[in-house]
């Protein structure tokens, strides 16, 4: 997600949990952001509790 600005600038930056909603539908997607010493184990475990955090989120939102 970022922008190009007319002048130059530009920003951009790696989402890492999204929550796309269309109509009745919703679709979540998690990452991890992965360096040298991840531990591919934890990493993983880290995009489950994200998945979780959003799945609760639209729980408490009875979507």
Do not use: M
């Not at 989402?15 to 919703?26: F, M, Q």
């Not at 991890?32 to 993983?44: H, T």
């Amino acid at each position: 997600v970022g922008y190009f600005s007319f002048n130059g600038n530009a920003d951009f930056a790696i989402t890492i949990r999204t929550l796309v909603a269309e109509g009745e539908h919703c679709s979540i997607q998690v990452g991890a952001g992965i360096v040298a010493d991840s531990v591919p184990e934890r990493e993983w475990l880290e995009t489950e509790h994200k998945a979780k955090a959003l799945l609760k989120a639209l729980e408490l939102a009875e979507v």
